[in-house]
């Protein structure tokens, strides 16, 4: 490095130096900057608080947005509806408590002011923690459901409430309930504006969804599960019903006038003023330890136009299955119109169900009346039905008489033909006899054949019957269920799959009734004592009444006990008041007189001509054989 640039160095330090000394701050300027850094940096730290205050916020608007987006996205055009409170609206009369939910605008709790269940509380037939009922819409891919959505309640009179659904665009769908006084039908109508602007004008159908777990009511569960099941009517047809037990479903695309959900003794029934387009149908059983009985699940639609103001409309049972309450509902209208609620009630089968709705339930209705005890009146009504059947019964008895009072000459016969060999020879014999003295043991088994549908009814008759429903008599509580005298916990080996945990007192009375009568006709059969296999399987069948009919309803054991101490009074009296030794002088005489055969003894006859005739030439082909 030479001197001249050693020289230019050393200046431009001099230079650098001097400026620096000349532009040093004064001590008000340090003191002023000291301040601002000071301030800086206080504001700093405030700044970095508020951030932190302000980040919760900003994330709950950020995710208030997706939210909407999702809402939107999920609800459409009810995406404002899908947001509300729940409220309970509640309608009533003398019969019935409902109430309803703004949350899907539907019935969600029915109560019955006039019954209790077993346990002395109300009878509630669902609320909303076992009914769900909503109508689906269906628009641009997106499938909304009601019962998700929020309406808006409006109290128009005491017996009326109307439900709206407001959609974005201001649509509304409204649902009218009216509940009538002195009524079981609760009347629905929907009504609406606008909502072809959020629906497809080309929609013809509005779905709807039903679920409902049936509730137990009844202390006797397992004659109550029998007596549930899923029951419709299609349009111009009889009466169905899903399988009372295990797992059923059914597919229809035919129009259905109605669907019930049905209990022992009480019904939920969404009846359509014009029809339901066909439905899906499910029923299934529910475990013995809940305290439910069925699941139900019905899938249907109305017709259904978005543009007309006036939507479809049906009406809801929410009743008793009481028969004179249930055929009321088809009075004065036309067969083709008949909704034929009382099919509810099961009756038995054609012949048995005529009994009783033309015999049976009037007089049992009428007697109801003027009597409040209905021990009383099922007692009164066997007396009846005994006088009614009285000249079958006689007629029963007379038969049997003249086959007793035959029983010596009978007895000849059998001696004159001894061996099963000359077996055919004994039994031609033995109808020629009868046939000559005017007696037949056909004749004695006929009117008792004729007896029977009258039993039978009876048999269905008093399960189904709501009237003895907590009704009591003497040391029943409830004359519907079974009346247990002795009850157990444990579980007893064979006694307990044979008896349940109970026995019925009036069931005992009715097998021991039942055994007397058996003894009482045995004793007057002429051929009882060659048979005493026969006998004893006689005796055996009341023994398995006392295990059939432990769990029927004790109306229905009290009937059949009343009814055997009748017919053994009437046997005793007819023992009395009639001379069977009169009765044989005329069987004697009749057999002295030219008696013309009937066309069936003749035929029986021939029968046996032809069997004797084939037995004769089987006994020849076996001779030649040997």
């Not at 009533?92 to 006039?114: I, P, V, Y």
């Not at 959505?149 to 769908?173: A, N, R, W």
Request: glycine share 4%; with cysteine; proline share 4%.
């Amino acid at each position: 490095m030479d001197k001249n640039t050693i020289i230019g160095f050393l200046l431009m330090a001099a230079l650098l130096f001097g400026y620096s000394w000349l532009n040093q701050p004064t001590q008000e300027e340090l003191a002023q900057a000291r301040y601002n850094d000071s301030i800086a940096k206080v504001q700093a730290i405030e700044l970095q608080k508020m951030l932190d205050t302000k980040q919760e916020p900003i994330a709950e608007v950020l995710d208030s947005v997706e939210l909407d987006a999702k809402i939107k996205s999920q609800y459409g055009a009810f995406s404002q509806a899908s947001q509300g409170e729940s409220k309970k609206i509640s309608l009533s009369n003398n019969l019935l408590d409902l109430e309803f939910n703004t949350k899907g605008g539907a019935l969600s709790k029915a109560t019955l002011k006039e019954y209790s269940r077993y346990d002395s509380l109300p009878v509630v037939l669902f609320d909303e923690s076992d009914n769900e009922f909503g109508f689906i819409f269906k628009s641009s891919g997106r499938v909304v459901y009601t019962k998700d959505l929020y309406f808006t309640p409006q109290v128009t009179s005491d017996t009326t409430l109307v439900m709206t659904l407001t959609s974005d665009e201001g649509s509304k769908f409204n649902i009218k309930y009216t509940l009538p006084s002195d009524s079981y039908m609760v009347d629905v109508q929907i009504t609406q504006e606008g909502m072809e602007k959020v629906l497809p004008h080309n929609m013809t159908n509005l779905d709807f969804t039903w679920e409902q777990k049936l509730r137990s009511q009844e202390k006797g569960r397992t004659f109550e599960e029998r007596n549930s099941t899923l029951m419709y009517k299609r349009i111009g047809e009889d009466v169905d019903e899903l399988s009372e037990t295990g797992e059923d479903s059914e597919n229809m695309q035919l129009g259905i006038k109605w669907i019930g959900f049905k209990n022992q003794f009480f019904s939920s029934v969404l009846i359509a003023d014009k029809r339901f387009n066909g439905a899906q149908l499910y029923s299934k059983a529910i475990e013995s330890d809940s305290a439910y009985l069925k699941a139900y699940k019905a899938e249907t639609s109305f017709e259904y136009n978005p543009i007309n103001p006036e939507g479809p409309s049906y009406r809801i049972f929410l009743g008793p299955n009481l028969y004179p309450l249930l055929k009321s509902y088809d009075s004065g209208v036309e067969d083709s119109e008949e909704l034929n609620l009382d099919n509810l009630v099961p009756l038995g089968w054609t012949l048995f169900r005529w009994i009783n709705t033309i015999l049976i339930i009037p007089v049992f209705t009428f007697l109801g009346q003027y009597i409040d005890n209905y021990g009383i009146i099922i007692l009164l009504l066997t007396i009846i039905i005994k006088i009614i059947i009285l000249p079958l019964t006689y007629k029963s008895y007379m038969s049997t008489a003249k086959i007793r009072v035959l029983r010596p000459q009978i007895e000849e016969i059998n001696a004159k033909y001894p061996g099963n060999d000359k077996a055919l020879e004994r039994q031609r014999a033995t109808m020629d006899l009868y046939s000559k003295a005017g007696a037949s043991p056909m004749s004695g088994c006929l009117p008792m054949l004729l007896q029977m549908p009258i039993l039978i009814a009876m048999f269905a008759f008093f399960p189904s019957s709501i009237e003895l429903r907590g009704e009591p008599f003497l040391w029943a509580d409830d004359l519907s269920t079974y009346d247990a005298i002795l009850t157990w916990d444990a579980n007893i080996p064979v006694i307990s799959w044979i008896f349940g945990n109970h026995l019925s007192l009036f069931c005992l009375l009715m097998t021991i009734t039942n055994i007397v009568y058996t003894k009482i006709n045995m004793d007057s059969q002429a051929s009882g004592a060659q048979m005493p296999g026969m006998k004893w399987m006689m005796y055996l069948m009341p023994l398995m009444f006392l295990v059939f009919f432990n769990n029927y309803a004790s109306g229905l054991s009290y009937y059949y006990f009343v009814s055997l101490l009748i017919t053994i009074l009437q046997t005793y009296a007819f023992r009395k008041f009639i001379n069977e030794e009169k009765v044989l002088a005329k069987l004697k005489e009749n057999q002295k007189k030219p008696r013309k055969k009937s066309g069936f003894m003749a035929r029986l006859e021939e029968a046996q001509k032809r069997q004797e005739a084939m037995m004769r030439e089987r006994a020849k082909q076996n001779a030649k054989r040997r």
